[in-house]
């Protein structure tokens, strides 16, 4: 799929689909990004199977992420080089976000 239109439909990102692009900057398998999601988060995002296999399926289809063995039968995936694109895009999109709302807000704790 060209990286246009992939842009199109992957930016900007939802924060569970984030999370699993994240996750798959290294090879993993299923359960193991449920793991590494909820470990990163502190517990607030829990990635249920359906969501996360769902999410999976479609981002192998689209070439965001690579089948890259299975053992067990526990399929472990890694983010393509298109997958790593729209995570660094995606990453610069936040970073203005969190830019701009410290130029206006501050450290306000209000």
């Known amino acids: 799929m060209k990286r246009e239109t992939l ?8 924060e569970t689909m984030f999370y699993i692009l994240l996750a ?5 398998h ?7 999601v909820e ?3 502190e517990g607030r995002i829990r990635l ?8 999976l399926s479609r981002m192998e289809k689209d070439g965001v992420i ?3 063995r299975e053992e067990d039968r526990r399929k472990s995936y890694q983010a393509t080089e298109d997958g790593r694109a729209l995570l660094k895009q995606e ?6 976000l969190h830019r701009n709302a410290r130029r206006v807000w ?5």
Not at 7 to 14: A, E, H, I
Not at 30 to 36: A, F, L
Not at 91 to 96: G, K, P, T
Not at 106 to 110: L, Q, W
């Open 39 to 41: 470990e990163l988060t």
């Open 91 to 96: 990453i610069a999109r936040l970073s203005e």
């Open 30 to 36: 299923g359960y193991g990004i449920m793991q590494y």
């Open 7 to 14: 842009q199109r439909q992957y930016l900007p990102m939802s």
């Open 48 to 55: 249920g199977a359906g969501t996360l296999y769902g999410t």
């Open 24 to 28: 798959l900057t290294e090879v993993r």
């Open 66 to 68: 690579a089948f890259v």
């Open 106 to 110: 501050g450290d306000r704790d209000e």
